[in-house]
Protein backbone atom coordinates (compact mmCIF):
# COMPACT_ATOMS: atom_id res chain seq x y z
CA UNK A 1 0.00 0.00 0.00
CA UNK A 2 0.95 3.40 -0.63
CA UNK A 3 1.06 4.75 2.67
CA UNK A 4 2.57 1.77 4.26
CA UNK A 5 5.75 2.14 1.92
CA UNK A 6 8.94 1.55 3.97
CA UNK A 7 10.52 4.34 5.85
CA UNK A 8 13.65 5.54 5.22
CA UNK A 9 15.44 6.87 8.16
CA UNK A 10 18.04 9.92 6.21
CA UNK A 11 20.52 9.79 9.27
CA UNK A 12 22.70 12.09 7.11
CA UNK A 13 24.38 15.00 8.15
CA UNK A 14 24.24 17.62 5.28
CA UNK A 15 21.76 18.41 3.06
CA UNK A 16 24.21 18.01 -0.04
CA UNK A 17 24.12 14.38 1.48
CA UNK A 18 20.65 13.75 1.66
CA UNK A 19 20.16 15.61 -1.74
CA UNK A 20 22.85 13.43 -3.40
CA UNK A 21 21.20 10.15 -1.85
CA UNK A 22 17.63 11.33 -3.01
CA UNK A 23 18.56 11.80 -6.56
CA UNK A 24 19.89 8.41 -6.97
CA UNK A 25 15.88 7.34 -6.85
CA UNK A 26 14.20 7.50 -9.61
CA UNK A 27 11.83 11.04 -10.24
CA UNK A 28 8.19 8.99 -10.21
CA UNK A 29 9.50 6.88 -6.83
CA UNK A 30 7.67 8.24 -4.48
CA UNK A 31 9.79 8.17 -0.80
CA UNK A 32 8.67 8.21 2.86
CA UNK A 33 11.85 9.48 4.64
CA UNK A 34 12.75 9.78 8.40
CA UNK A 35 14.32 13.52 9.03
CA UNK A 36 16.02 12.99 12.78
CA UNK A 37 17.43 15.18 15.36
CA UNK A 38 20.91 14.88 14.00
CA UNK A 39 19.94 15.97 10.16
CA UNK A 40 17.14 19.04 11.46
CA UNK A 41 19.39 20.44 14.17
CA UNK A 42 22.07 20.79 11.80
CA UNK A 43 19.73 21.80 8.62
CA UNK A 44 16.78 22.67 10.09
CA UNK A 45 13.60 23.76 8.03
CA UNK A 46 15.23 23.98 4.67
CA UNK A 47 15.97 20.09 4.99
CA UNK A 48 12.29 19.28 5.64
CA UNK A 49 11.53 21.25 2.56
CA UNK A 50 14.14 20.06 0.46
CA UNK A 51 12.67 16.24 1.02
CA UNK A 52 8.96 17.80 0.47
CA UNK A 53 10.19 19.44 -2.89
CA UNK A 54 10.91 15.82 -4.00
CA UNK A 55 7.24 14.67 -3.65
CA UNK A 56 8.36 12.49 -0.75
CA UNK A 57 6.60 11.64 2.90
CA UNK A 58 8.56 12.71 5.65
CA UNK A 59 8.33 11.66 9.54
CA UNK A 60 9.94 14.41 11.54
CA UNK A 61 11.44 12.16 14.53
CA UNK A 62 12.05 14.67 17.52
CA UNK A 63 10.50 13.23 20.21
CA UNK A 64 9.46 16.15 21.68
CA UNK A 65 8.87 16.26 25.99
CA UNK A 66 7.78 19.31 27.62
CA UNK A 67 5.28 20.99 29.33
CA UNK A 68 2.32 20.65 27.47
CA UNK A 69 1.87 24.02 26.41
CA UNK A 70 5.30 24.71 24.92
CA UNK A 71 4.70 20.91 23.29
CA UNK A 72 1.22 22.25 21.66
CA UNK A 73 3.20 25.53 20.41
CA UNK A 74 5.96 23.55 18.78
CA UNK A 75 3.17 21.22 17.18
CA UNK A 76 1.65 24.04 15.46
CA UNK A 77 5.00 24.71 14.50
CA UNK A 78 5.74 21.48 13.21
CA UNK A 79 2.31 21.32 11.25
CA UNK A 80 2.82 24.39 9.28
CA UNK A 81 6.44 22.94 8.07
CA UNK A 82 3.89 20.10 6.43
CA UNK A 83 5.24 17.04 7.62
CA UNK A 84 3.37 13.78 7.45
CA UNK A 85 3.85 12.12 10.82
CA UNK A 86 5.85 13.52 14.07
CA UNK A 87 6.45 12.37 17.26
CA UNK A 88 6.34 12.82 21.21
CA UNK A 89 7.91 10.81 23.70
CA UNK A 90 4.85 9.33 26.20
CA UNK A 91 6.79 10.13 29.59
CA UNK A 92 5.66 13.51 28.98
CA UNK A 93 2.02 12.03 29.65
CA UNK A 94 -1.42 12.02 28.76
CA UNK A 95 -2.21 15.97 28.98
CA UNK A 96 0.73 16.55 27.08
CA UNK A 97 0.08 14.00 24.16
CA UNK A 98 -3.18 15.74 24.19
CA UNK A 99 -2.00 19.22 23.57
CA UNK A 100 0.19 18.11 21.14
CA UNK A 101 -2.44 16.80 18.77
CA UNK A 102 -4.51 20.27 19.44
CA UNK A 103 -1.43 21.74 18.39
CA UNK A 104 -0.90 19.58 15.23
CA UNK A 105 -4.43 20.53 14.61
CA UNK A 106 -3.90 24.20 15.28
CA UNK A 107 -1.05 24.51 12.58
CA UNK A 108 -2.70 22.34 10.52
CA UNK A 109 -4.07 24.37 6.93
CA UNK A 110 -7.84 24.54 6.19
CA UNK A 111 -8.84 21.52 4.28
CA UNK A 112 -5.24 19.91 4.77
CA UNK A 113 -4.51 16.57 6.76
CA UNK A 114 -3.37 16.70 10.31
CA UNK A 115 0.45 14.86 10.47
CA UNK A 116 -0.07 11.66 12.22
CA UNK A 117 1.36 11.79 15.67
CA UNK A 118 2.47 8.63 16.95
CA UNK A 119 4.63 8.15 20.55
CA UNK A 120 7.77 6.63 22.03
CA UNK A 121 7.24 4.64 24.62
CA UNK A 122 10.50 3.01 26.23
CA UNK A 123 13.71 3.56 23.77
CA UNK A 124 14.78 0.56 23.13
CA UNK A 125 18.75 1.55 24.53
CA UNK A 126 16.90 1.53 27.52
CA UNK A 127 17.71 -1.76 29.57
CA UNK A 128 14.86 -3.27 32.42
CA UNK A 129 17.58 -2.33 34.61
CA UNK A 130 18.38 1.05 33.51
CA UNK A 131 14.08 1.52 33.80
CA UNK A 132 14.36 0.03 37.14
CA UNK A 133 16.86 2.05 38.68
CA UNK A 134 17.20 5.67 36.37
CA UNK A 135 13.44 6.22 36.33
CA UNK A 136 12.26 3.87 39.04
CA UNK A 137 9.72 2.27 37.42
CA UNK A 138 9.69 -1.22 38.84
CA UNK A 139 7.37 -3.49 36.35
CA UNK A 140 8.90 -5.40 33.46
CA UNK A 141 10.13 -3.10 30.40
CA UNK A 142 7.35 -4.89 28.67
CA UNK A 143 4.65 -3.61 31.10
CA UNK A 144 6.03 0.07 31.30
CA UNK A 145 5.76 0.05 27.13
CA UNK A 146 2.04 -1.53 27.22
CA UNK A 147 0.83 1.19 29.89
CA UNK A 148 2.58 3.81 27.94
CA UNK A 149 0.74 2.23 24.85
CA UNK A 150 -2.69 2.65 26.68
CA UNK A 151 -1.40 6.40 27.34
CA UNK A 152 -0.75 7.22 24.07
CA UNK A 153 -4.28 5.44 23.00
CA UNK A 154 -6.31 7.24 25.63
CA UNK A 155 -4.81 10.67 24.73
CA UNK A 156 -6.05 10.10 20.68
CA UNK A 157 -2.18 9.05 19.17
CA UNK A 158 -2.49 7.24 16.24
CA UNK A 159 0.27 5.13 17.34
CA UNK A 160 3.38 4.16 18.96
CA UNK A 161 7.07 3.52 18.12
CA UNK A 162 7.63 0.14 18.93
CA UNK A 163 10.14 -2.89 18.28
CA UNK A 164 8.26 -4.98 16.26
CA UNK A 165 8.03 -8.26 18.55
CA UNK A 166 5.86 -5.84 20.69
CA UNK A 167 3.29 -5.11 17.93
CA UNK A 168 0.77 -7.78 19.04
CA UNK A 169 0.44 -6.80 22.39
CA UNK A 170 0.28 -3.48 21.87
CA UNK A 171 -2.36 -3.47 19.76
CA UNK A 172 -4.23 -6.34 22.03
CA UNK A 173 -3.83 -3.69 24.97
CA UNK A 174 -5.05 -0.62 22.28
CA UNK A 175 -6.93 -1.41 18.93
CA UNK A 176 -6.23 -3.15 15.51
CA UNK A 177 -5.69 0.38 13.60
CA UNK A 178 -3.50 1.88 16.79
CA UNK A 179 -0.27 2.01 14.22
CA UNK A 180 3.46 0.51 15.58
CA UNK A 181 5.81 1.81 13.59
CA UNK A 182 9.16 -0.23 13.97
CA UNK A 183 12.92 0.20 13.65
CA UNK A 184 15.52 -2.40 13.69
CA UNK A 185 15.02 -4.41 10.83
CA UNK A 186 17.11 -5.79 8.59
CA UNK A 187 17.24 -7.45 5.18
CA UNK A 188 17.45 -11.45 5.10
CA UNK A 189 21.69 -11.65 5.39
CA UNK A 190 21.92 -8.35 6.00
CA UNK A 191 24.64 -6.38 8.68
CA UNK A 192 23.07 -5.76 12.20
CA UNK A 193 24.95 -3.66 13.23
CA UNK A 194 24.26 -1.70 16.64
CA UNK A 195 20.64 -3.38 16.61
CA UNK A 196 20.60 -5.94 19.12
CA UNK A 197 16.80 -7.68 17.98
CA UNK A 198 16.37 -7.62 14.42
CA UNK A 199 13.42 -8.82 11.76
CA UNK A 200 13.14 -8.67 8.29
CA UNK A 201 10.91 -6.67 6.49
CA UNK A 202 8.56 -9.34 6.03
CA UNK A 203 9.03 -10.89 9.54
CA UNK A 204 7.47 -7.95 11.14
CA UNK A 205 4.47 -7.35 8.58
CA UNK A 206 3.62 -10.85 9.63
CA UNK A 207 3.18 -9.97 12.73
CA UNK A 208 1.61 -6.82 12.19
CA UNK A 209 4.22 -4.00 11.99
CA UNK A 210 2.76 -0.93 9.87
CA UNK A 211 5.35 1.09 9.45
CA UNK A 212 9.03 -0.19 8.92
CA UNK A 213 11.65 1.99 9.36
CA UNK A 214 14.78 1.26 7.52
CA UNK A 215 18.31 3.39 7.64
CA UNK A 216 21.81 1.61 7.09
CA UNK A 217 20.75 -1.10 4.90
CA UNK A 218 19.62 1.35 2.51
CA UNK A 219 21.65 4.41 3.33
CA UNK A 220 25.06 2.97 3.14
CA UNK A 221 24.32 0.29 0.63
CA UNK A 222 26.44 0.38 -2.86
CA UNK A 223 23.19 0.62 -4.47
CA UNK A 224 20.41 2.27 -2.07
CA UNK A 225 18.22 1.53 -4.87
CA UNK A 226 18.56 -1.74 -5.47
CA UNK A 227 18.26 -2.37 -1.78
CA UNK A 228 15.49 -0.39 -1.34
CA UNK A 229 13.72 -2.13 -4.07
CA UNK A 230 14.00 -5.46 -2.36
CA UNK A 231 13.05 -4.59 1.21
CA UNK A 232 10.08 -2.66 -0.21
CA UNK A 233 9.20 -6.07 -2.26
CA UNK A 234 10.04 -8.02 0.78
CA UNK A 235 7.46 -5.80 2.91
CA UNK A 236 5.27 -5.42 0.31
CA UNK A 237 4.95 -9.24 -0.76
CA UNK A 238 4.72 -10.95 3.16
O1 LIG B 1 20.29 2.27 10.33
P1 LIG B 1 19.12 1.66 11.05
O2 LIG B 1 18.18 0.88 10.16
O3 LIG B 1 19.52 0.90 12.29
O4 LIG B 1 18.30 2.95 11.52
C1 LIG B 1 17.13 2.86 12.26
C2 LIG B 1 16.61 4.23 12.55
O5 LIG B 1 15.55 4.12 13.49
C3 LIG B 1 17.61 5.20 13.17
O6 LIG B 1 17.28 6.52 12.72
C4 LIG B 1 17.38 5.07 14.65
O7 LIG B 1 17.67 6.23 15.36
C5 LIG B 1 15.88 4.80 14.69
N1 LIG B 1 15.42 4.08 15.85
C6 LIG B 1 15.87 2.82 16.21
N2 LIG B 1 15.38 2.19 17.30
C7 LIG B 1 14.44 2.78 18.03
C8 LIG B 1 13.97 4.05 17.70
C9 LIG B 1 14.48 4.67 16.60
O8 LIG B 1 16.72 2.27 15.53
N3 LIG B 1 13.94 2.15 19.05
Given at each position: ?175 K??I ?27 I ?27 W???
Amino acid sequence: MFEKRPVIALDFSSIEEVTSFLDKFPKEESLYCKIGMELFYQEGIEVVKLVKSYGHAVFLDLKLHDIPNTVKSAMRGIAKMGVDMVNVHAAGGVEMMQEALIGLQEGTRAGGVRPKLIAVTQLTSTSEEAMHTDQLIPVSITDSVVHYAKCTNLAGLDGVVSSAKEVALIKEATHKDFICLTPGIRPKGGEVGDQKRVMTPSEARKIGSDYIVVGRPITQAENPVVAYQKIKEDWSNA
